[in-house]
């Protein structure tokens, strides 16, 4: 039976190369596919392309280019990567320019774009859009003027044309991570855009390898202690067979565990409903899955199911929500926790005192309650805790005053600071709007084209 | 006879963001105590567990092909991640959080399973 073997690449927006590097060379693969965008680098890059409108696009793109694609030349594996960001135009003019640093004057780059919405809110709205918040109903009027960027979820229509084209390299926007991994399997193994239960096995090995080697063994819960060399962690392979049954493995000499027990976990990993997983190319039914340990480090995937695609695109948008000051300071024991507690009374008759506004403000004593809430017991005496206070702000201003309010703390408060109470940068905070656009509003606008890294 | 026992000693978590939702995986090891959580971990009491940091409704799903119940969790993240204020911005702790919860078994839904593992001390 036709089959297609395709890695995994990166997880985020600042992964290591190396995961991709041991894919390339051990993994046996013709496509590595790398999701670079999660809502949060979205909102990075907007601030890039803020001070710059050259940038937009993750950083780290063409280091990972000029340390794969001699390799990937060599073996004739082809790299689709949505690392464009906001900005895949400008990401492929930098790809061309390190392919001939490397004397690939006739690599071939393939740029989609039409997932940018930022400049069109308004004539999407005109257009009977309504772009109210998904979750919670609310009107766009609300967050409106505050919009500095906006991304529709595109699928894998685009990128499976790129590749048709001869693409060596696809460089994408907003591509939704697992539409990536789709696309090589659609055009290698010729599956119609309507059969929606290949399409949704598809949909699941690209979830299952988009955050790199968290199907691997990274983040397990389980004897995470017994997991091997996560220094050198695995990145995902999987070898998708025509039928749409795959194998999920990892390449020889790495580290990590690929078996029923890391799997599982990441097949949930940021899932709603796991009966009607949305992708913009298929509706998943992820209770259709069925996993089972074929082999050590291998895992087989099959029995998935799938219905129509949605009707509509997922959008998001991002509004800029105030600024963030923040406080730390280390106490140390005996009392550790009742000094934290005081200073925090301290800090916040100080802000009152400063005339300062804080629009909201969280309070974590770090060692006690800052990850599990009230849900943790107070340890009775621990060895040291960290007050952490976290306020937002209108102004940027006010944001950078808070932390100096508290300096005095490091001599007038309570005794034995650990760490210091040196005061930290302000930070912009960005609110995500999530949302839905008629796909008529956007597909008729995307559009491929490849450039070789020298024009002809 | 039946005995109270933490999900930290039987059962697998992972959490994950999507704006201000957040899903909270938890797996159980064996059929019989997968029966357990179904009957043991109701949407309401995810919620009460959580407290202050989930604002919104909790919804539960059932995927027995992994013997998990996957719940969401609503307004649960600070407005999101690039607008939180929190120190765990993402909820990556919720998936362990979610194991501090107990629940009471039959000797017979434990039946098979491998109880309290932990990383050498």
């Given at each position: 039976m036709q089959t297609v073997r395709i890695g995994a690449g990166q997880g985020f927006y600042g992964d290591s190369v190396d995961g991709a590097l041991d894919v390339a060379r051990r993994g046996g693969v013709q496509y590595i596919c790398f999701d670079a965008l999660a809502e949060l680098t979205l909102a990075i890059l907007q601030k890039d392309r803020f001070r710059d409108p050259a940038a937009g696009f993750a950083r780290d793109l063409p280091a990972f280019m000029r340390a794969l694609l001699p390799i990937c030349r060599e073996r004739g594996i082809r790299l689709i990567t949505?690392?464009?960001?906001?900005?895949p135009v400008a990401a492929a003019a930098a790809v061309r320019a390190v392919a001939r640093e490397l004397g690939m004057d006739d690599l071939r780059v393939a740029v989609v774009v039409g997932d940018d919405i930022t400049s069109r809110v308004d004539e999407l709205r005109a257009a009977g859009?309504?772009?109210?918040?998904?979750?919670?109903?609310?009107?766009l009027d609300a967050v409106r003027s505050r919009i500095v960027f906006g991304v529709a979820y595109l699928g894998c229509a685009p990128v499976v044309q790129a590749l048709s084209l001869g693409a060596d390299v696809v460089i994408t926007g907003r591509v939704a991570d697992a539409s990536l991994f789709v696309a090589p399997m659609v055009h290698e193994l010729g599956w119609a855009l309507d059969d929606w239960d290949r399409l949704a096995a598809g949909v699941v090995l690209g979830h299952l390898m988009e955050c790199s080697a968290q199907s691997t063994?990274?983040?397990?819960?389980?004897?995470?202690?017994?997991?091997?060399d996560l220094d050198r962690a695995g990145y995902p392979v999987c070898e998708m067979r025509q039928d749409g049954t795959a194998l999920l493995t990892k390449p020889a000499e790495t580290g990590g565990r690929v078996s029923f027990d890391t799997v599982k976990e990441q097949l949930l990993y940021e899932v709603l409903d796991p009966r009607a997983y949305l992708n913009p190319d298929v509706v998943a039914d992820f209770t259709t899955v069925q996993l089972r340990d074929?082999?050590?480090d291998v895992v087989e995937i099959s029995g998935v199911r799938g219905r129509a695609r949605p009707e509509s695109l997922k959008a998001i948008l991002g509004y800029l929500d105030g600024y963030a000051g923040t406080i730390a300071i280390g106490y140390s024991w005996p009392d550790a926790v009742q000094k934290a507690r005081r200073s925090a009374e301290l800090i916040a008759r100080m802000v009152e005192r400063s005339g300062l506004q804080p629009l909201e403000t969280v309070t974590e004593l770090v060692g006690v309650d800052s990850t599990h809430g009230s849900a943790a017991p107070v340890p009775d005496d621990p060895n040291e805790v960290v007050l952490r206070i976290s306020a937002r702000f209108a102004t940027e201003a006010e944001a950078k005053r808070f932390p100096r309010i508290a300096t005095p703390l490091g001599l007038n408060g309570p005794p034995f600071i650990g760490g210091g109470v040196a005061p930290q940068g302000a930070r912009a905070l960005l609110g995500v709007w999530p949302s839905l656009l008629p796909r008529s509003l956007v597909e008729p606008g995307v559009e491929v084209s490849v450039e070789e890294a020298v024009a002809v | 006879m039946s005995v109270r026992i933490a999900l930290r000693d039987v059962a697998q978590a992972r959490s994950g963001d999507k704006g201000d939702l957040a899903n909270v995986a938890v797996f159980a090891p064996t059929d019989a105590l997968y029966a357990a959580f179904l009957r043991e971990l109701t949407a309401e009491r995810v919620r009460a567990h959580f407290g202050r940091f989930v604002r919104g409704a909790v919804d539960r799903y059932e995927?027995?092909?992994?013997r998990a119940l996957n719940f969401v969790l609503h307004q649960a993240l600070d407005g999101g991640a690039a607008r939180s204020l929190r120190s765990d911005p993402l909820g990556k702790s919720y998936g362990s959080l979610i194991l501090r919860l107990e629940i009471e078994v039959s000797d017979e839904e434990l039946a098979g399973v491998e109880v309290g593992r932990r990383a050498p001390r």
């Open positions: 949505n690392a464009g960001g906001i900005n859009a309504a772009l109210a918040n998904l979750d919670t109903g609310e009107s063994g990274g983040n397990f819960s389980g004897d995470w202690w017994n997991v091997p074929a082999s050590p | 995927v027995p092909n992994v």
